[in-house]
């Protein structure tokens, strides 16, 4: 079979039908809003049966419990929203599509989660001021007994759902479902309690509840929010996606690698690979579109940008130098890594890049190593490009 720059047409017909795009969303899409019209129907059977028995046996703490399920079917409903929303085609003002849409529902998912255990903490602590008893018999324990296994079966499933198919609104739900059956079990727990010794706690379970969901909620907004403002790479992926670079020959080094987000499994990146300076732009054309090929067939990652350090191959004194300025570079705790060093003897010019940690203040950092170089180098022009420490140290 014809291959062209290492890539052969199976290659290329594996990746169109492993990942064809717009297949995949379909599939995902589809996953999520199916998965979550059955919480919707589940959620709504629950809450109608503890809203009716909460207040049959004057219960705060079950109505709360019915109230925390009506929380979950408005977080299914955005949650379906903001897949459509997010599986809108690309458009001129939008180029790199609507994926991150969904994170923004799953911030509003969090935020229902947060306002639903601040409103059931008030209510608590009003039970708390003025109390009154339950009335508890065996059709209130049944319901709340059920609703635990109900609630241990459906966030397992949502959760597991959304994992799958990379959906941030669904795994927050799954984890809230569970969540719910923490606290379905603490209400039981209280309503044996009375029963058995007469001592009324449903109150102030309740308010342990409503505290358990605002604490949920702000997790989740926390983690969705470092979605949004654009977290560290996750260190496997950086790692697999160097080590596929870095496994071509050719290839001394895959540096400065940042990956961009759009979305759920909507992944772009740009790296740069330190090549020989005797490769011809042919080869190195070549050989970058067979490492896209590769990163993406591997990882589902796009890689957008590929910039090339180019290193010296032809003269021992460089390679001296080299190895200097590396020791004293890395001799300060603070420079995590050197790279994409290369010396022109005849022009007396030399550059190589520095990633630095967050330890130091880069200009400073970038001043101590400039006089340092400087000091031991005065004949050469000297330049250093800082870096920042974005996916090196994990």
């Known amino acids: 079979m014809k291959r062209a720059c290492g890539i052969t047409a199976a290659d290329i017909m594996d990746r169109m039908i492993c ?7 379909r599939i995902r899409d589809s996953v999520i809003v199916r998965t979550s019209v059955i919480g919707i129907l589940t959620n709504i059977l629950l809450a109608s049966f503890k809203a009716v028995v909460g207040i049959l046996s004057n219960s705060i703490a079950i109505t709360m419990d019915a109230l925390n399920n009506l929380s979950d079917v408005l977080s299914s409903v955005i949650t379906i929203v903001g897949t459509k929303l997010a599986g809108k085609r690309p458009d001129r003002e939008h180029p790199m599509g609507h994926g991150r849409g969904e994170y923004l529902t799953a911030m509003a998912v969090s935020s229902v989660i947060f306002y639903a255990g601040v409103a059931a903490a008030i209510e608590s602590l009003k039970k708390i001021a003025d109390p009154s008893l339950p009335e508890y018999d065996n059709l209130t324990l049944s319901v709340v007994a059920v609703s635990v296994i ?4 459906l966030g397992n499933f949502v959760k597991r759902q959304g ?16 969540y719910d059956a923490v606290i379905s079990v603490s209400v039981l727990i209280s309503a044996v309690i009375f029963l058995t010794s007469g001592i009324c706690l449903e109150a102030y379970v309740a308010l342990f509840i409503s505290l358990y969901i ?9 983690e969705t929010l470092n979605h949004l403002l654009g977290a560290r790479a996750d260190s ?7 080590q596929i670079l870095t496994s071509d020959p050719n290839v001394r080094g895959a540096y400065d690698l940042i990956l961009y987000n759009f979305g759920p499994d ?14 011809k732009v042919k080869d190195v054309d070549c050989l970058t579109r067979k490492l896209e090929t590769e990163v ?3 990882t589902g990652v796009v890689l957008a940008g590929v910039g090339v350090y180019s290193y010296n191959t032809e003269n021992s004194e460089i390679a001296v130098i080299q190895n200097d300025v590396r020791k004293k570079v890395i001799a300060h705790d603070w420079a995590i ?3 994409g060093f290369y010396v022109d003897l005849a022009a007396k010019e030399m550059r190589f890049d520095v990633v630095m940690s967050f330890d130091i203040d880069h200009q400073d950092g970038l001043k101590i190593i400039y006089d340092e170089i400087s000091s031991a180098y005065p004949d050469f022009h000297i330049e250093i490009s800082p870096d920042v420490d974005i996916s090196v140290s994990d």
């Open 19 to 25: 990942r064809d795009p717009q297949e995949a969303a």
């Open 150 to 153: 109900v609630k241990i079966f």
């Open 163 to 178: 994992l799958k198919v990379v959906s941030q609104s669904l795994v927050a739900s799954g984890k809230d479902a569970l």
């Open 214 to 222: 605002v604490k949920a909620g702000i997790e989740m907004m926390l």
């Open 236 to 242: 496997k992926k950086t790692a697999q996606i160097k």
């Open 266 to 279: 909507k992944d772009y990146a740009s790296v740069h690979l330190e090549l020989p300076d005797i490769m």
């Open 296 to 298: 993406y067939r591997q």
């Open 337 to 339: 890594q050197f790279h």
